[in-house]
């Protein structure tokens, strides 16, 4: 019964227009996956970085799959959230990434994407905070409709993801 | 190497003139400071010991420690026993020397100095330390210390010996040259070393890159490994020394550095006076400074000299950074010096303006030619300043002036920038765009086949090829067929019919067949024609039969279509042959030849005859079987129809016979008519017989259809054959409308398109049409495609001189990858058109309707059609690498054709309905085992399982089912993947399961089975632990209360707040370091030391080993004494400090005398303490006497269960400290045989005088726990006496005894201090009024700030979850009735009994039980179906009785030690206040000092809650008087009036009789665990029982129970002795509320009764259940 570790951490964001961030996260998978221990989803703290662009939150990741089959590899989706100066949360990007199906060490570069409002919210997102959100995140990593939005590039999220995959090669997979 | 022998043979000298030296030396320490005789004497052994040491230095030394070692020994041995002092000293020196032989096996050759002075401290060893140890100048000038120096000075010098020598063993190449004076030598350093080539030539300095210090090591070890020469490996040290052994030489230096400064130290030191000297200077300073030496030790002069020289060596490095670097000013070059040299360098062009004189050629006048008429454009605007510059800087320039031109200026085109555009502007209106060139905005477009782009694999970069062969077309009709083509291309078409017939030869194949089957029949049959057949064959032959059928069908249709198609090619010829004739011209070249193959008439005849035949007798025989089978079915049914009518009759008969009794005549018409009324109503129809068989017809049928499709026997077999070998008639002799026609024909041309995903790739020629209209095109297109195939597409043109038309598209289908050009077969693709085609000449036209015969009836339609043949396939690359997509791709496929089924991609595609397949592969008799079926055979298996039917459903996860590696039973199968889930969901028993095996097998199945068998059995009590099953439900009970409360806990300990996960240590403020300030000045050992707070540990980082329990045992009062033994049982042993003796001696006898001697000599009690924990068991030392002091401390490790250190796991950990007080006894006994009298053989028994047990928790939650306790003593002693105080004679009874136990004062904390869980307080639903519940909040809110500890609680919880009002707890209730009979005249023995009653109702705290969550109140009917609970239960219920009672009673909540937190009751009466302790049943006064009970924090009554706002807490310094509103504040005031709270108590308590027999049953099983128990203890020696003493024991228990254990401990025992004679007793009885079996075990095992070794040991229980 093949088995994958996922170790690793969400090192931190950058290119965002604001560095108090944080991060949402979580793993989907497949029906064929079953998740034998770690936490799926989580949030990370609000880093301030005081010097630089780059927020680091180093919030660790480790899940422990086990899969009947290869469908529904697991992806990671994320949610950059914005604290302003009053505690106000606001999004600031989606973004998903596979994660790899290669053992080892990677480091991932998940860029994210906000949808972007009409002109008044926009207008009013400059002064009010808030903004366009969607209203079924499956819309991530589920791209079909995806097309119809108007979004805004926003800035990176680093992950440094371990892999590790065990019983693999018993059904054929070659990693 | 060779010369080692030697060396070590000097070095030997010179060790030994060393101890020499020390000899002499020692003899004037003798002189001075011997303070002991034994000493020097000792020192001299010593010496002696070292001269005879004649080996290496290493083993020397060590010789030389353990003779030390020795002659301390000795000296000890020596010396008087009572001299403390010196043996403290001696003490001393042998910490100090073994410390000093640690430090010499590190070789370190700093330490080398102190190894080899060992022997002085050795040697003095006896002085006080204090001498020893002063190297300050302030004794310097004392006698002692200058022998030191000196001594230490020769040390040096022999040191430096040995050092040179090694050193010489060193650089053993030179030898001698190392004695020469160093002093001369130049000074060196590392750096030097490494540049000077001199001194490596000299080689004397250092040849050896090796430093001395590595030479000196390996000296040593070389010395002891010859020393231990049997042990060939090297030792650990010195691996560990070759390891890690850092060779760089760096590290010397820093050494020698170290030598330096402590020579340095040493000879300030020697000065004395002498003041810092200045480092800088350098070594000569140094080195003068040890020449200033005083010269009055000549002796040691020598001795000096070579420390020296070392010194100056070691001096050498003191060149230091200086010496060869220079510190510099930062330069800096002045703003003007720059801009001088940067004027040098640089050439700044200037911008005023070049005269023209000097940019013209010389002798030249500037020319303008503008002034000469030319035309001169206008130059670029230039800024002069600019121009200027570039001016100066190009004639700076070689060849400068060719840049200017005649007018000297700088040559310049005009510029070529238009200001304007010259084109005009268009100036249309929109609407007057020419319509074809308006703009339409158009939406981007999504691609159609964006996605189908071939995944690019590997190296076949897409690199495939598609050959499409296109050969050639023929028309089978075409608009500008004559009608002779017409017929000919039928002709043509029926003749390859005939033609493919023939090649497949049908007929003959079912012909074969046909005889095979009935070959097969025939010899069937007679194989088996003397037997009878058996059904199998009979079931084969019936199939054959059937077979014979189907075949004789096939093979009759198949003849008769041939011989159709022979008639009909006939036919066809014929007609062209007519039509040529009425023409008189041919069209066509086709002829046709009927080639004739005679046959032999005779055995043709015969063969059709027999063909006839056996086809008429199967027919036949057919016929009879149908018959046969229709007769059968007949007779059945008639016999059917039969009994039906019977029965109908017989009916009938009954109902006429009721009917008509005389009614006789006429029966048979009766039956007709029931006969017509049964067929009227229903039932079977008459069935008909089938008819016979006409055998006759049936010869007649067949041949009738033999005649009809067959050859006649004897007729020739024609074979048609057709050529297009005939002539055309030329156009000469044609009529006009065919020569128009046929110049029509050679107008046109044809070409065909080649489209690829409906995209044109190329075309083909033009080829004109040809009369016989077959073109041919014989053209291959390769067509690389990048695309994935969608559709490949002929499309036929015909050209008709500039006009083309679409006559038809041909669709090629994509061929498989494996189909490769070369081998691919050519295709013949079909196509039409439906254009419709006039012609006015003789063609006929498409779609038009035309006739062959004259008067134009039988008119036909035909459509332009033909074939097309081509031939599309897969290129073949050079190297024979097919150049098609990949097959593995079929997926990718599929999906960019978007058919998306999975049996689609199985591969049985567009087979949807699975039940026709099905129908066909059993028709079609498919051999199972053909492989080639196995495909077909494989789907229709799972087809009729019924697993694949046609999906009638969405499928979410396509072939999800198909690619699983596993099944999802194996995934839940697997133990391992279990474990891990359990664990991440925290269950139970699995929640700190830290490893997990890695492989599958190594899970056992036991690891799961108590987790399933707890899951099993969620509901079925288990009766073998609890022995009770009322007590194992409640059990069950609180198990599933605290497990749903720990589930919400789980959830609720997820949650972090930030101070969970963040620590943040406090800034200190300027307060708290003043306070800190303080605390320096603060004395070290303060007379009256108090306990500091300890920094907290949080439990998360913790593991085993961590955690320890201190516990500082400090004394004990009142422990029992011991009382003489009576060897016989009549003369009773009086204790003379025993007061309450009950009965007297009858004589006394010399054994009393003995016994008051025994009392004097004998001490009273020697106890000492044991404290258990977790199975850990230390003791303390044996103190004396009945107040013993013991001041020990004594560490038990602590491990928390499964290894998890997290609050709640700690929380929940039940174990109990034990501390017991045992009394060590002494056994004498004699020796065995001749022995007696010289040996004493003692035996060591310890009697078990009592215990406290303090639950883990309660420490856990209080951190420490401070205080004396009383220990819990049995209440008699077999063998021991209480020795009680004259004090009290007061009139309670109770509170005298009371006094008289045994305390002892201990202190218990966790080291480290470890963070108890904040209880969660969380908010529970009330039945209270909001106002109620805020003014409560209140309340407490304010007490807590107030007072912050002084516990004050309000509202509580109940079991149910919910908070209720304190006061509605509290209730008058009636205890049970025989309580109150037992003393009906004395209301204090029942207040005691009652008390005692409630504290033997098992007590379980709630915090263990509930970890953390909150502490649950049940009340008093809750508590007694329970038969658990906490104090507070156990004080309301005692409170509620003493109100019942009518007492004035109230509940206290406070502090008591050991328990915390807790609840007590107050009691006033007789104008004093009692304090009852509810689970122990005892009562205290209020001044009583031993009262447990530390902070009263509240008072409860059944009305009031009053808060304590007293200065003090403590029981004896308050006052009760609640009234006094100063004191004590009221939670109902007049403000708040009580709004009449109702109790949640009952009105009244059920007591339930207990089953007696049920609870004797109970005692005997508990009895027999219990010595099951024992005799478990002792695995190594046999327990013996002894009968009588137990069942004695069992009739003195009721005793003790009624009496309350007073005053009968000495009955007891004289009874017991009475009974047992010779038996030394020694016993207890123990008293315990009884709720499960475990707590007695262990309590009996605390006792250590089992421990008793004695050879003739003989032991009893007894155990009595007292019911109520």
Redesign the interface.
């Known amino acids: 019964m093949a088995e994958l570790h996922i170790i690793g951490q969400i090192v931190g964001a950058s290119g965002f227009p604001q560095s108090s961030l944080f991060c949402k996260w979580g793993i989907h998978t497949g029906g064929a996956w079953r998740l034998l221990s770690g936490l799926k989803e989580g949030q990370t703290q609000v880093d301030l970085p005081q010097t630089g662009d780059m927020a680091y939150w180093s919030h660790p990741i480790d899940l422990h799959y086990t899969t009947k089959g290869l469908q529904g590899w697991p992806k990671l989706h994320l949610q950059v959230w914005h604290q302003d100066s009053f505690g106000r949360c606001q999004l600031y990007g989606y973004g998903y990434c596979h994660v790899p199906s290669s053992p080892g060490h990677h480091h991932i570069r998940c860029v994210t994407w906000r949808p972007l409002g009409s002109w008044q919210e926009q207008i009013a997102q400059t002064f009010v905070g808030g903004g366009p959100q969607l209203r079924s995140p499956d819309i991530i990593y589920s791209g079909a409709d995806r097309y119809r939005l108007h979004t805004e590039a926003m800035g990176t999220v680093q992950l440094e993801l371990g892999i590790i995959m065990r019983h693999f090669d018993r059904y054929g997979v070659e990693s | 190497m060779a010369s080692s022998s030697d060396l070590r043979e000097k070095l030997r000298k010179k060790r030994r003139a060393l101890q020499h030296s020390l000899q002499v030396k020692d003899d004037v320490d003798a002189d001075t400071q011997a303070l002991v005789p034994t000493q020097k004497e000792a020192g001299q052994t010593h010496i002696e010991v070292l001269t005879a040491g004649e080996e290496e230095p290493g083993d020397a030394l060590r010789r030389n420690l353990k003779a030390q070692r020795q002659s301390r020994r000795r000296k000890l041995e020596q010396a008087p026993a009572g001299d403390a002092s010196v043996m403290e000293a001696h003490y001393k020196t042998m910490v100090e020397v073994t410390a000093v032989q640690q430090i010499s096996q590190k070789d370190e050759k700093a330490e080398e100095l102190a190894v080899i002075s060992s022997p002085t401290h050795s040697q003095r060893g006896d002085l006080p330390p204090r001498s020893r140890a002063t190297p300050t100048p302030s004794s310097s000038h004392s006698e002692s210390s200058t022998m030191r120096q000196r001594m230490r000075d020769k040390l040096r010098a022999a040191r430096s010996k040995a050092e040179s020598l090694l050193q010489q063993e060193a650089s053993l190449e030179v030898p001698g040259s190392r004695l020469q004076s160093l002093r001369d030598r130049q000074p060196l350093t590392r750096f030097d070393q490494e540049t000077d080539p001199d001194l490596k030539a000299g080689g004397d300095v250092n040849p050896s890159p090796l430093n001395p210090r590595v030479k000196f090591r390996e000296a040593v070890r070389r010395v002891r490994m010859e020393s231990k020469p049997e042990t060939g490996l090297p030792t650990a040290e010195e691996a560990y020394n070759f390891f890690t052994f850092n060779f760089d030489p760096e590290h010397d230096k820093e050494a020698e550095k170290i030598q330096k400064g402590r020579t340095r130290r040493e000879a300030e030191y020697e000065e004395g006076e002498e003041e810092e000297g200045e480092e800088e200077e350098g070594e000569e300073e140094e080195i003068t400074e040890v020449d200033r030496e005083p010269d009055g030790e000549d002796a040691e002069r020598d001795d000096s000299a070579p420390l020296v020289r070392e010194e100056e060596e070691l001096f050498i490095v003191d060149k230091s950074a200086h010496d060869f670097l220079v510190v510099k000013r930062a330069e800096y070059m002045g703003y003007q010096q720059r801009l001088q040299s940067e004027n040098d360098v640089l050439f700044t062009p200037s911008f005023l303006s070049v005269p023209a004189s000097s940019k013209v050629p010389e002798n030249m006048q500037p020319r303008y030619l503008e002034e000469e008429g030319l035309y001169v454009g206008e130059r670029p605007p230039i800024s002069l300043t600019n121009q200027n510059i570039l001016e100066n800087r190009i004639l700076k320039q070689e060849q400068g002036r060719k840049w200017f031109g005649d007018d000297g200026r700088i040559m310049a085109l005009p510029d070529p920038i238009k200001e304007s555009s010259t084109r005009p502007p268009l100036f249309h209106m929109e609407d007057d765009v020419d319509p074809a060139l308006q703009a339409i905005f158009r939406k981007a477009l999504k691609s159609k086949h964006a996605s189908q782009y071939i995944a690019v694999g590997g190296e076949m970069n897409g690199d495939y090829q598609l050959d499409v062969d296109v050969s050639g077309l023929i028309f089978s009709h075409h608009a500008l067929f004559s009608r002779e083509h017409v017929l000919g291309a039928r002709l043509a078409q029926l003749y390859d019919q005939q033609l493919s017939r023939q090649h497949r030869n049908l007929t003959e194949h079912l012909n074969t067949k046909l005889n095979g089957l009935r070959n097969a029949v025939r010899n069937m049959l007679e194989m088996h024609a003397g037997h009878g057949l058996t059904p199998i064959m009979q079931q084969r032959i019936c199939e054959y039969k059937q077979e014979l059928r189907n075949t004789r069908r096939l093979r009759d249709a198949e003849q008769d279509k041939d011989r159709s198609l022979l008639k009909s090619i006939i036919k066809v010829w014929k007609e062209i042959k007519a039509l040529r004739d009425f023409q008189r011209f041919t069209n066509t070249p086709y002829k046709l030849y009927l080639r004739r193959e005679d046959v032999e008439r005779a055995s043709d005849e015969r063969r059709y005859e027999a063909e006839i035949q056996a086809e008429v007798d199967e027919l036949q025989g057919e016929m009879e079987e149908d018959y046969q089978r229709k007769l059968t079915e007949y007779k059945r049914q008639q016999e059917e129809w039969k009994t039906w009518r019977r029965r109908q009759k017989a009916k009938k008969k009954k109902t006429k016979k009721k009917k008509t009794q005389s009614q006789d005549d006429a029966d048979e018409d009766d039956d007709e008519d029931d006969l017509s009324d049964g067929v009227a109503e229903l039932g079977p129809s008459k069935p008909d017989p089938p008819e016979e068989p006409d055998m006759e017809g049936v010869e007649e049928q067949v041949r009738e259809k033999a005649s009809r499709i067959r050859r006649k026997p004897g007729e020739p077999i024609l074979v048609p054959e057709l050529t297009a070998s005939g002539p055309i008639t030329s156009n000469e002799q044609c009529p006009r409308g065919e020569v128009a026609r046929r110049e029509d024909v050679t107008k046109r041309s044809l070409f065909t398109k080649v489209l690829y995903n409906d995209k044109e790739v190329s075309r083909t020629d033009n080829r004109s049409l040809n009369s016989d209209f077959r073109v041919h095109f014989g053209q291959i297109f390769n067509l690389k495609i990048v695309n994935w195939p969608e559709s490949i597409k002929l499309q036929v043109f015909e050209v008709l001189g500039s006009s083309t038309t679409l006559l038809a598209d041909v669709f090629v289908p994509v061929p498989d990858s494996s189909i490769l050009t070369g081998s691919a077969l050519s295709e013949e693709l079909e196509f039409s058109s439906n254009l419709r085609v006039m012609f006015d000449h003789e063609a006929v036209g498409s779609d038009v309707p035309f006739s062959f015969e004259a008067d134009g009836s039988n008119r036909q339609t035909l459509l332009t059609s033909g074939k097309l043949s081509c031939c599309v396939s897969w290129a073949v690359g050079e190297d024979n690498i097919p150049l098609a997509p990949p097959t593995t791709l079929p997926k990718a496929m599929y999906s960019g054709l978007k058919q998306l089924d999975a049996i689609a991609c199985i591969g049985a595609s567009s087979l949807n309905d699975m039940k026709k397949l099905g129908e066909w592969a059993t028709e079609s008799r498919l051999d199972p085992n053909d492989p080639n079926n196995s495909a077909i055979m494989q789907l229709l298996k799972v087809a009729s399982s019924g697993v694949v039917t046609a999906p009638e459903y969405f499928r ?2 396509q ?2 089912e198909e ?6 039973e ?2 839940e199968q ?1 133990r391992r ?1 279990r474990l ?2 359990l ?2 969901q925290e269950v139970a028993d699995f929640r700190n399961y830290k490893f997990v095996p890695a492989l599958e097998r190594e899970v056992t199945d036991k690891v799961f089975q108590e987790y399933e068998r707890r899951l099993r059995e969620g509901v079925i009590v288990d009766t073998k632990d609890h022995l009770d099953a009322h007590r194992a439900l409640v059990a069950k009970y609180l198990q599933k209360i605290r497990e749903s409360i720990f589930n919400r806990f789980l959830v609720a300990k997820h949650n972090f707040i930030l101070s969970d996960l963040v620590q943040e240590e406090e800034v200190p403020t300027i307060g708290i370091l003043g306070l800190n300030l303080f605390k320096l000045a603060e004395p070290k050992r303060p007379l009256k030391p108090r306990r500091k707070e300890r920094k907290k540990v949080t439990a998360q980082n913790l593991s085993d080993g961590d955690i320890r329990l201190l516990l500082n045992v400090i004394r004990a009062y009142n422990i029992p004494v011991r009382k003489p033994y009576a060897n016989k049982p009549s003369v009773a042993s009086k204790s003379s400090r025993s007061f309450t003796e009950t009965f007297t001696a009858g004589q006394p006898s010399q054994r009393a005398i003995q016994g008051s001697d025994w009392i004097l000599n004998q001490v009273q009690v020697r106890p000492f303490v044991e404290v258990s924990f977790q199975r850990t068991v230390l003791q303390t030392t044996t103190a004396d006497g009945p107040n013993p002091c013991w001041n020990e401390d004594l560490q038990l490790p602590f491990s928390a269960p499964n290894g998890d250190y997290s609050t709640a796991s700690l929380q929940s950990v039940k174990d109990e400290v034990f501390i017991n007080i045992f009394d060590e006894f002494y056994y004498e006994l004699g020796g065995e045989g001749e022995d007696r009298g010289r040996e004493v053989h003692t035996r060591l028994e310890k009697h078990w005088l009592g215990s406290v047990k303090i639950p883990f928790s309660t420490i856990y939650f209080q951190s420490r726990i401070d205080g004396t306790f009383k220990v819990d003593t049995p209440q008699v002693l077999l063998g021991y006496s209480k020795e009680r105080s004259l004090s009290s004679d007061g009139g309670y009874d109770t509170m005298r005894s009371l006094n008289e136990g045994a305390f002892i004062t201990l202190f218990i904390t966790i080291e480290p201090q470890l963070v108890p869980g904040e209880p969660i307080r969380e908010k529970f639903e009330s039945q209270e009024s909001e106002r109620l519940l805020q003014v409560s909040e209140a309340f407490e809110r304010d007490a807590a700030t107030r007072y912050p500890d002084r516990p004050c609680l309000t509202t509580v919880i109940d079991i149910n979850g919910k908070t209720v009002f304190i006061t509605r707890y509290i209730r008058p209730l009636k205890p049970p009735q025989e309580l109150l009979d037992a003393f009906p005249n004395n209301p204090q023995e029942a207040t005691e009994l009652i008390a005692r009653y409630v504290s033997l109702i098992p007590s379980l705290p709630d915090s263990v039980s509930f970890t953390g969550v909150c502490d649950l109140w049940s009340t008093c009917d809750q508590f007694l179906a329970l038969l658990a609970g906490d104090e507070e239960e156990h004080a309301v219920l005692l409170c509620n009785y003493f109100l019942s009672l009518g007492m004035k009673a109230w509940l206290i909540i406070g502090t008591a030690i050991p328990e915390g937190p807790t609840a007590y009751v107050l009691t006033f009466e007789q104008n004093r206040y009692l304090i009852w302790n509810p689970s122990s049943g005892q009562c205290y006064g209020q001044y009583d000092t031993f009262c447990p009970l530390q902070t009263v924090g509240c008072l409860v009554s059944a009305d009031n809650v009053w808060f304590n706002t007293q200065v003090y807490t403590s029981p004896p310094r308050i006052c009760f008087d609640t009234t006094k509103a100063k004191l004590w504040k009221p939670f109902f005031s007049r403000a708040i009036p009580n709004p009449g709270l109702s109790s949640v108590q009952p009105e009244e308590l059920a007591y339930r009789r207990t089953d007696q027999a049920a609870a004797a049953a109970l005692q005997d099983r508990m009895e027999k665990i219990l010595k099951d128990k024992i005799m478990e203890w002792r695995p190594r020696h046999p327990t013996r029982w002894n009968r009588y003493c137990t069942s004695t024991l069992r009739q003195f228990l009721p005793k003790l129970e009624l009496s309350g254990g007073r005053d009968v401990a000495d009955e007891h025992r004289l009874e017991l002795q009475t009974l047992l004679g010779d038996y030394r007793i020694s016993g207890f009885p123990l008293h315990l509320p009884f709720s499960e079996v475990r707590p007695i075990v262990e309590a009996v095992y605390s006792t250590g009764v089992h421990n008793v070794e004695t050879s003739n040991v003989e032991f009893a229980l007894a155990v009595r259940l007292k019911c109520r």
């Open positions: 979410l996860e072939l999800q690619f699983n590696f596993v099944k999802e194996n995934l697997s993947f891990l889930r664990r991440n």
